[in-house]
């Protein structure tokens, strides 16, 4: 698959994930994709990956995307999508900004594995926590 296609391949999945038309994504993945995210979490399918998800946060998308693309030195395609998330917190407060890597490994057509480095949870404690009093003299 050609850099460019493989470019064009990650922007429809992320933003069919985003719209939760999984379905649809998961006709992009291979039949036995790993989707590893933060802390080694690795889930096979869509469907759990957004379960997952619904104790952190009621949504989530990628809005500012830029990409990179070449081959592992095995042959195989190979993606890297840097950008910023935004979103909702479970409190209905807005976030954005956050910083994300996803690394995207191709086999053919299709994607076989997707890795997702992020800020998120050190986001969401820095919004859970209080910010400090000033204190004057």
């Known amino acids: 698959m050609s850099s460019a296609a493989a470019v ?11 719209q939760r038309r999984l379905d649809e994504a998961a006709t992009l ?4 994709a790993r989707l590893v995210f933060p802390g ?3 889930f096979t ?12 946060y009621l949504q ?11 081959s592992d030195g095995s ?16 409190d209905g407060t807005s976030f954005s900004g956050i910083r994300f890597v996803d690394v995207f490994v ?8 997707q890795h997702v480095f992020n800020d998120l949870s ?3 404690a820095d919004a859970a926590s209080p910010l400090p009093l000033e204190t004057t003299s």
């Open 40 to 42: 080694g979490v690795v």
């Open 106 to 113: 191709f086999d053919g057509d299709r994607i076989a594995e």
């Open 8 to 18: 064009d391949r990650v922007d429809e999945y992320l933003t069919l994930c985003e």
């Open 75 to 90: 042959g195989a395609t190979t993606v890297t999508c840097l950008g910023t998330l935004s979103g909702r917190w479970l």
């Open 60 to 70: 989530v998308g990628k809005p500012e995307r830029r990409y990179l693309a070449g």
């Open 45 to 56: 399918d869509l469907p759990s990956m957004v379960a997952a998800a619904k104790g952190r």
């Open 122 to 124: 050190i986001a969401a």
């Open 29 to 32: 993945l291979a039949p036995d």
